[in-house]
């Protein structure tokens, strides 16, 4: 802990309320920003930050390829780069944009503030894990110059160790170097959830996103190893003339596929718990009302992590898999819908009768609840085998994993950014441009990847650079939706850089929320508080306290009229 080798006042009679002098900064300077800083609000801004960056590069790369794809021929990139395009904006976009900064952003700027410490357990390990991450990217772009890595976001041999060796090898040194991110950063996150909530904080106080960061740092640690290893036996045959799953020289290529979807299935979860844990803090807040059953969306986040572990096959159900196998992945695949439903009706229960604030943020949590349920659908049929056996690496499972990984990852990074923007900054975003980017994206989204599943039913494969030309016309309606998504981030990162400096003040608590970071100054202090908070009510408890903001919200106050 940091904050030991500071000299403390306790109310020791208390036992909660302790003063630490001497806080001798105020604020960090720009530059601290650059540089191997331990204070976790530091780290997560420069994890936001990255994350901003690389979804401008995965952003471009999918502009080029729907570019591509606007007319059947291949009249832009020539094959193999579009390749390359593909497999790089697919890696990117999960592991430099989704990744970092729903679970290292978000999760290392809140969970301190959210339980009342000073920092994270380990911050030197905290600033480590972070620094992974850029030379990850480096990697990725600088395979450029080697052709880039073409076999796909997944990396399947054979294709991966006949094509491209060195830029496959750079794609591989990258991936086990967020892995290990990862890793480091999970220990950190469950140690410090465990240990170091304020002692007036119970575990039933605990915001529903620390219990989100919580299951996902679980599931992190038991599955990135295993990705680790298949990657490393990867590099060995691709460098060191080994033969694991070179199926000419004895090797196995199925078994690649089970240890890379060993990961990469519940990676999905990885990205999405985050981004539940964000909706049910920015639902509440924004509703004005108590969040409608909190044990059982704490709870949920915790099976969809145990079940989540025993899915991955769903991947394979082409690649020669048993019957039995298929029968036991289809059900476990099913069983995931139930916990993720439990979510999903909370939070519709406690919009319900909520005085509901259309907020920037409040929208896009709305926007994912639409989207993700709908991409929640196409993906219970594909894990039903016999659907998927038909609609298998064609369109239908892009337009089903856009849905779920824009439409619900990246609107709720979205809306957790206009929930939080007060607090990281000190400022406000300004609404208005709030809700055009809202618009814009919620039309580009479903106007990219609604029709993807049309053509996936007629038979368009997917990872192709030139198609039938009877596929044409929808392809069409899906690059004008890419160039709308384009337009839609423009002013988003006016507004975000604009904002920085010249937004409307916030105050420590413009949205009157009860979590606690909402307690400190915005931007907090560099050691988070004077005094640490005593929690004293429950993080949701709208209208259930004579002193907590009643003025904006009568509802639970008064009983419920029935
Ligand atoms: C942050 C959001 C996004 C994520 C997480 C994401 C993720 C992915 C992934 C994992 C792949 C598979 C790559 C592979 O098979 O190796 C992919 C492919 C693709 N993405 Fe995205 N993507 C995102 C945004 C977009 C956007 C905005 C567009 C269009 C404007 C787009 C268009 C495509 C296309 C056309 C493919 C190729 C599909 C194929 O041929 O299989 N993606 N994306
Ligand atoms: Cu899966």
């Not at 009706?345 to 993700?372: C, D, E, H």
Request: hydrophobic fraction near 50%.
């Amino acid at each position: 802990m940091t904050q030991t080798h500071r000299p403390v006042e306790g109310n020791s009679a208390e036992g909660n309320i302790v003063i630490a002098h001497h806080v001798h900064q105020k604020a960090w300077k720009w530059y601290d920003y650059f540089t191997f800083n331990v204070d976790h609000k530091v780290i997560g801004i420069q994890y936001l930050v990255l994350a901003f960056v690389f979804y401008l590069v995965g952003g471009a790369m999918a502009v080029a390829i729907r570019s591509e794809l606007a007319t059947p021929n291949t009249d832009l990139l020539d094959p193999a780069l579009y390749n390359a395009f593909m497999t790089n904006h697919g890696t990117i976009m999960i592991f430099l944009w989704i990744v970092p900064a729903a679970i290292g952003g978000f999760g290392n700027f809140l969970i301190p503030l959210m339980i009342g410490a000073r920092d994270l357990a380990f911050p030197k390990l905290n600033a480590l894990a972070f620094w992974l991450n850029p030379p990850a990217g480096l990697l990725l772009i600088a395979s450029f110059y080697f052709g880039g890595a073409q076999s796909g976001w997944t990396a399947y041999p054979p294709l991966s160790l006949i094509t491209a060796t060195t830029a496959q090898s750079m794609w591989v040194l990258a991936i086990v170097l967020v892995g290990t991110s990862s890793i480091l950063g999970s220990l950190n996150f469950i140690v410090t959830i465990v240990n170091m909530r304020v002692p007036s904080q119970r575990w039933d106080q605990l915001p529903l996103f620390c219990w989100a960061i919580l299951a996902t740092s679980v599931l992190a640690l038991l599955s990135t190893p295993v990705l680790a290893a298949g990657l490393v036996l990867l590099l060995f045959d691709l460098n060191f003339g080994t033969s694991f799953f070179k199926p000419d020289a004895g090797g196995n290529v199925v078994i690649y596929q089970h240890l890379f979807w060993f990961y990469s299935h519940p990676a999905v979860y990885l990205m999405i718990l985050p981004i539940f844990g964000i909706m049910s803090e920015v639902i509440p807040v924004h509703a004005r009302k108590p969040i409608f059953g909190y044990k059982a969306i704490a709870y949920s986040s915790l099976a969809i992590c145990i079940v989540g572990l025993f899915v991955w096959a769903h991947h394979m159900f082409t690649s020669g898999t048993p019957p039995w196998m298929r029968m036991f992945f289809t059900i476990s695949t099913l069983m995931v819908a139930v916990p993720t439903g439990v979510k999903i009706f909370s939070w519709v229960a406690t919009l319900w009768g909520g005085k509901i604030r259309l907020t920037s943020a409040m929208l896009f949590a709305i926007g994912l609840l639409m989207m993700f349920v709908f991409g929640g659908i196409s993906g219970v049929t594909l894990g039903t085998a016999p659907v998927d056996l038909h609609v298998h690496d064609t369109y239908y499972v892009v337009g089903h994993f856009h849905y779920v990984l824009f439409g619900g990852s990246v609107f709720g990074i979205y809306a957790g950014i206009y929930h939080w923007y007060p607090k990281i900054t000190g400022r406000m975003l300004n609404e208005k441009l709030g809700v055009l980017h809202f618009v814009l994206t919620f039309i580009g989204t479903n106007l990219t990847f609604a029709p993807m599943h049309i053509l996936g039913l007629q038979g368009m494969p997917r990872r192709v650079a030139m198609y039938d030309p009877q596929f044409a016309y929808l392809n069409e309606l899906c690059t004008i939706g890419a160039y709308v998504l384009a337009v839609s981030v423009i002013p988003f990162y006016i507004n975000a850089i604009w904002s920085w400096t010249k937004g409307k003040p916030a105050g420590d608590n413009p949205w009157n929320a009860l979590t606690l970071e909402w307690t400190t100054a915005s931007p907090p202090a560099i050691e988070n508080w004077e005094v640490l908070p005593v929690v004293t009510h429950g993080p949701y408890d709208y209208g259930m306290h004579a002193d907590d903001h009643a003025e904006d919200h009568p509802i639970a106050a008064e009983p419920v009229a029935e």
